[in-house]
């Protein structure tokens, strides 16, 4: 199937291709770091380079601009974003994006996955009897930290994955900050977002419309209302899964496999 090169040229940065390489290996894909090109141009977890656009834009920019670095007509990028959860604002929410682009066949296939389960902490000199229970809470080895002297409100030191950095630097500044490094190689539980946002790319890209063939044939919208399982009324939750063809349109709408009705609980008439 030639439906997609291989190799395929991945526009990241942060070692990001030994994670993603497993995934697309089965589908016989090789993945081809783009060499030279600058990615912290769109953006990076520090707030070196602000971010001006939401993370699905900037991961087709990303793209766009590694594809034309490299001179190739496909490829990959990927780009994550960290955020108070939308209706949990007390949670933070962790969004993968991941994009495969052909600009010869005009495809922008997109993959993406969200958690809640992240490691996105700071802890600062006021709080420091609570360092050894920051540092176990937060897989500090594995996860990096980020050191921060708050008396110039400068960073001079990312990547700290070692005590004895971290005490000495502690010690030669006593108004410190550490926080978690959010970068990819620095941040196991993003790893495994990341890791679920490629499968849900992989999974678009080899799901082809059953009368064109045309990839990323999922689904678009859902629809209808789930009844009660106690009084049969309609509830707010949705029926059935609408699966729409981007190139010919061809649609196929599908009842929900998960569940048949809903449970009262979610229902406003035995439980408003
Ligand atoms: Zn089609
Ligand atoms: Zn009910």
Known sequence: MDMYPSP?????????????????????????????????AYGTFCGSVPRTEGPKTTVKEKC?????????????????SFGPHASLPFL??????????DLDRNLEIYGRSTTLEVCHAQLDYQDAEQLPTFLANCSFGPQGLVFKDTENAQVLAKGIQDQDQLEKLILAFPKWEIETDLRAHMNPLR??????????????????????????????KVSGNLTCGWCQRPTESYQYLEYKCSACHYQVIEQRKDKYNEDPQYCNNCNP
């Open 64 to 80: 766009l601009a590694g594809m034309s670095f490299a001179g190739k007509r496909q490829g990959l990028a990927s780009e994550g």
């Open 8 to 40: 395929l040229l991945l526009s990241s940065k942060h070692q990001k291709e030994g994670l993603l390489q497993p995934v697309f290996e089965p589908f016989g894909l090789n993945l081809l770091v783009n060499e030279g090109f600058d990615t912290d």
């Open 191 to 220: 790893q495994k977002n990341i890791i679920a946002a490629a499968q849900d790319l992989t999974e678009r890209m080899h799901r082809y419309c059953p009368q064109c063939a045309q990839p990323d044939f999922s689904v678009q």
């Open 92 to 101: 933070t929410i962790n969004e993968e994006w991941l994009v495969y682009i």
